[in-house]
């Protein structure tokens, strides 16, 4: 198995990081990754900002979780009352992807963006995290946000990828379900 | 830079395709890479369909086809009159990605194992295509196809991989769009 498949293979979510920061060079290496996703019709649509701000990572997390608190479902209701849950996982480093408004399927091209980062960070030995529960900010905030990441004109944010150093042993895929393959030869 | 990462950057949409087939373990790996993505809350919300079949291939070209050349769009409305276009540009294989209706961000999540195939694909030479246009014909005849392509319950088709040896020469990413990153340090 070569080493593409093997990384895309031994990625995991990963949901404990230490504090130091990913060198600047993988962190541009990842990033370039992203921008180099395929999109519908070469739109392009997404807008990569990358935080390390302490104090913006931690209103982020705040303002999330004062959210997830009130969500009608139980398991994000759980996540927001939970005191030592961090919506990044305390990663230093976060980037927000952000989607174009107007494009043919910006969350699609987004998505496939993020996996690429995810990808790549796997094959420099950092740890990663889709950050899906800080949509639920954006959804109420964005304006706020588009405003304060500086996005272009016509952007949303979506989604956060925190990254870093995993601060916890190797993590064992959960086992894939199976019927999930079949064949019309 | 490492393989992992130049596959990712070097991956090309490409859409003229050689009549032999992937081998079989190659295929695998393919599906297996998809497999692995991961998912929200670990939904794992897909489902692959590998057609070899030539009747089958021939009639989803023809019945989207059909659809496109009513499109509002005229781009689509152009390639569905366009004797010359193939959906899948005569690829040998095509995995068509069913998503789970019930899940949390199912689309998303079968974009993400859709591109975890795609750069799988890449790094054992094997050209590919994300087919966003059949998702015409399934949002019109899905639960035909349902049946058809034997999905579990509560599975909906949504769009194709095309998979084989590329008949042209290498292709030319095109350029990245700038201002697609800023930082909050």
């Given at each position: 198995?070569?080493?593409?498949?093997?990384?895309?293979?031994?990625?995991?979510?990963?949901?404990?990081?230490?504090?130091?920061?990913?060198?600047?060079?993988?962190?541009?290496?990842?990033?370039?990754?992203?921008?180099?996703?395929?999109?519908?019709?070469?739109?392009?649509?997404?807008?990569?900002?990358?935080?390390?701000?302490?104090?913006?990572?931690?209103?982020?997390?705040?303002?999330?979780?004062?959210?997830?608190?009130k969500h009608p479902n139980?398991?994000?209701?759980?996540?927001?009352?939970?005191?030592?849950?961090?919506?990044?996982?305390?990663?230093?480093?976060?980037?927000?992807?952000?989607?174009?408004?107007?494009?043919?399927?910006?969350?699609?091209?987004?998505?496939?963006?993020?996996?690429?980062?995810?990808?790549?960070?796997?094959?420099?030995?950092?740890?990663s995290c889709w950050i899906?529960?800080?949509?639920?900010?954006?959804?109420?905030?964005?304006?706020?946000?588009?405003?304060?990441?500086?996005?272009?004109?016509?952007?949303?944010?979506?989604?956060?990828?925190?990254?870093?150093?995993?601060?916890?042993?190797?993590?064992?895929?959960?086992?894939?379900?199976?019927?999930?393959?079949?064949?019309?030869?």
């Amino acid at each position: 198995m070569n080493q593409t498949i093997q990384d895309i293979l031994k990625r995991r979510s990963i949901r404990a990081f230490q504090k130091r920061l990913v060198p600047e060079d993988d962190l541009s290496a990842i990033l370039e990754a992203g921008l180099y996703a395929p999109s519908a019709v070469n739109e392009q649509p997404w807008h990569f900002t990358v935080i390390q701000n302490k104090d913006m990572l931690a209103e982020l997390n705040v303002k999330t979780k004062d959210l997830l608190k009130k969500h009608p479902n139980p398991l994000f209701r759980n996540s927001g009352k939970d005191q030592e849950y961090n919506i990044f996982y305390h990663a230093p480093t976060v980037i927000i992807v952000s989607s174009q408004d107007d494009a043919l399927v910006p969350q699609i091209d987004c998505a496939v963006a993020t996996e690429n980062m995810l990808i790549a960070a796997q094959s420099l030995g950092i740890a990663s995290c889709w950050i899906g529960n800080v949509k639920w900010l954006f959804e109420t905030a964005g304006d706020e946000y588009k405003t304060r990441f500086k996005l272009p004109q016509g952007y949303t944010p979506s989604h956060g990828v925190s990254l870093g150093y995993s601060a916890i042993p190797a993590v064992q895929a959960p086992p894939r379900k199976g019927n999930a393959i079949n064949y019309i030869k």
